[in-house]
Structure formats: C-alpha cells, structure tokens
C-alpha cells in the first residue's frame, strides 16, 4: 500500500510568487490534513479535509493560503503570494477516522527568497 | 503560546540504557496524547499514544506514562537501540483526534551512543 506523498519535495521561490504543494492520501483515508513546520519549532495544524469537505481550517494562517481537495481524493496548498515567513516544511498527513494517528507524508520544504 | 511543551530539545542516552522523553501539556481539555518518531527527511511516524482514561500505555520497548494531575507525560524506551536516534514529537488532541487537529511539541533530539 502506497504511502501519503506529496510533492514537490522541495521548492525554492522569491517573495510574491504562487507555490502550490500537493497531496496524495493513503488509498481510502477520507481524513486528510495538513501541518507546518517552521524551522526548530512545533509542528502546528493548519486544516482538515473530511473527504472533499473542511472539516476545520483554524490552523490557517491568513488568506494568502487557500486549500482544496476536490473530489475527495488529492489536495493542494497554494500560498500566494508567498512571503519570507511561510518557509518551512509542510506536512501532509491522512487516516482512515480522525483518531490522532496519523500516517504523514515526507514533506515538502519551502523555502522563499 | 505553546500548550504542549518539551523542555529539552535535545537527549544523548548510552545504548542498552533507559530514554526518558518528557512532555508537559498545559490544556486541561486535552484528553489524547501521541509520540511521533521523526527521522531526517520523513514525515513524523505515529510510535503510541495514551488516552487519558490510563496512565500507562506499554508497547514492546516503548512505554507511555501519564500523570493528568501534573499535567506531565513521558515516553521511555528501554533498552535503547542505534535505530532509535530520531526527533520524537509528542502531541495532544481533544476528543480523541477532534476536529482541531494535534498540538505538537517542538520534539526532542533523542542521540543513542553505541
């Protein structure tokens, strides 16, 4: 059984410019989230998709991200425009019921310029 | 305001011995609490977790304690093997999982000395 992937793995961009990360679940795992890391610190939650639905988006940063996971099955992260503090690592992680135990994803760093 | 708190972000424990991981939590609403193993590279890997109705979770080596009164859980694992050096997260939910997702820590640099 295929993993959570996500890509691109890593992503270098200036300041002002549009990123979009993706997110392939595990197969089946109608829960999908997604986390970020900045640099030496916590990983924090930013959303939650139950199938194609947000099932809660506090995490958020601000209105330059926007997430979505049409149909249920992948999801993508677009920052745009990206700023100096969105760099990081963000995570993807699915399971099959929202009980904590996640199966994440490798990440995809971004780092903006 | 960080509500789940590892105090040491880095341990050097000698293989074969006892690693004690600590977490201090401060939202008395969470009820679910998860260690995650990280290595360089990969996304976090779920290792335990213990639900607040028990203090003490066990798993092979791995062994989850809680004390709700102090607000304090910790991870040991014994004995402590090369494999095991990775950065351990420990997190907190309410309702078991909830819609508001998990509260990591900052982990801590777990390094095993052959």
């Known amino acids: 059984e295929a993993g959570v992937t996500q890509f691109p793995s890593h992503s270098v961009i200036e300041k002002g410019q549009t990123v979009t990360l993706r997110c392939d679940p595990i197969?089946?795992?109608?829960?999908l989230y997604w986390y970020r890391r900045v640099m030496g610190k916590e990983i924090k939650f930013l959303l939650h998709?139950?199938?194609?639905?947000?099932?809660?988006e506090s995490g958020m940063p601000n209105n330059r991200f926007l997430a979505e996971r049409t149909g249920g099955t992948y999801s993508t992260l677009k920052v745009q425009p990206a700023e100096l503090e969105d760099s990081g690592v963000y995570f993807c992680?699915?399971?099959?019921?929202?009980?904590?135990?996640?199966?994440f994803g490798e990440g995809s760093r971004l780092t903006v310029l | 305001d960080q509500q789940v708190k590892q105090n040491s972000p880095s341990l050097s424990v000698q293989e074969g011995r006892i690693s004690i991981l600590n977490c201090d939590y401060t939202?008395?609403?969470?009820?679910?609490f998860l260690w995650y193993k990280k290595y360089p590279a990969e996304g976090p890997t779920f290792l335990i977790s213990?639900?607040?109705?028990?203090d003490k979770n066990e798993d092979g080596r791995f062994t989850v304690f809680l004390n709700k009164s102090a607000k304090h859980l910790s991870l040991h694992i014994v004995p402590s093997q090369p494999g095991d050096s990775a950065v351990y997260f420990c997190?907190?939910?309410?309702?078991?999982?909830?819609?508001?997702?998990?509260?990591f820590g900052k982990g801590t640099h777990l390094i095993i000395q052959p």
């Open positions: 213990i639900s607040s109705i028990k």
């Open positions: 997190a907190a939910s309410r309702a078991g999982g909830g819609a508001d997702g998990l509260t």
């Open positions: 998709f139950v199938k194609e639905s947000k099932q809660d």
């Open positions: 939202n008395s609403m969470f009820d679910y």
């Open positions: 992680a699915s399971s099959r019921v929202n009980t904590g135990e996640l199966f």
């Open positions: 197969s089946g795992h109608d829960n």
